[in-house]
């Protein structure tokens, strides 16, 4: 049965176009055809272009139906986009097909001629054809579950340093925002130092203004009734 087997690998090289990273062009590099020991013809260019999403570099992607499971890669490679992808019957291991496409990632030669690359796939398929019902596989999965807490254990940690990066740079922040509200009020207060000064000197001013005019009306109006009543006191005396 084709269901619990791996059908066929293959590496494209992907044209992307645009800021959303969308596949414009699929070019096949070299691919085999491979189930239960026989060379048999498969096609994955259809769900490399409507199933795989190129915005998720170095992740591998796994895309279940009803007949088939697809595992597939996108890496950039020398301003290139490399798409390293697998095809297995629906029963096949999602994680044999993810170590899989680890496998052919980290070994496949860009510079190696058609036949020595199509020989390394062909090695590929062989090794992992089947591997979820071997030995093999139980250690590799124990493996790989051990590889999985590490990584998880790195994400963690990769989280605590940034949030605390993050908590320090804010403090920071405050603490310079803070530095300048002080710098700021200190400013102010000799601002307002200076203006209560200027507006004392200026009512200073302005009373003594009013004050000499009050006293020139005075003089203007009390000079006259002085003078007059000093010469009636005058003509009086003479009489």
């Known amino acids: 049965m084709e269901s619990s087997y791996l059908l066929c690998v293959a590496v494209y090289d992907l044209k992307m176009s645009g800021e959303a990273m969308s596949i414009q062009e699929v070019t096949l590099l070299s691919k085999v055809n491979y189930v239960e020991g026989k060379f048999v013809k498969h096609n994955l260019t259809p769900l490399i272009n409507s199933a795989i999403n190129p915005s998720l570099h170095n992740q591998t992607q796994t895309i279940q139906t009803s007949d088939h499971i697809c595992c597939a890669r996108i890496i950039?490679?020398?301003?290139?986009?490399?798409?390293f992808a697998l095809l297995g019957g629906s029963e096949y291991s999602s994680r044999v097909g993810q170590l899989c496409i680890d496998e052919m990632c980290a070994k496949f030669k860009m510079e190696s001629d058609d036949l020595t690359k199509k020989e390394f796939l062909r090695d590929t398929c062989v090794k992992f054809d089947n591997m979820h019902q071997s030995n093999v596989f139980s250690t590799t999965s124990s493996i790989q579950s051990v590889n999985e807490k590490v990584e998880l254990a790195k994400d963690k940690m990769q989280s605590n340093i940034e949030i605390a990066l993050s908590n320090s740079e804010k403090i920071d922040n405050v603490a310079e925002n803070a530095q300048k509200l002080q710098e700021q009020s200190e400013v102010f207060r000799r601002k307002s130092t200076t203006l209560r000064k200027r507006m004392r000197c200026k009512n200073a001013k302005m009373t003594f203004f009013i004050i000499m005019i009050v006293l020139i009306v005075l003089a203007v109006v009390l000079t006259p009734i002085i003078v007059e009543?000093?010469?009636?006191?005058?003509?009086?005396?003479?009489?």
């Not at 009543?229 to 009489?239: C, M, Q, T």
């Open 76 to 83: 950039e490679f020398d301003r290139r986009y490399i798409c």
């Open 229 to 239: 009543a000093r010469k009636n006191k005058d003509n009086g005396d003479e009489n």
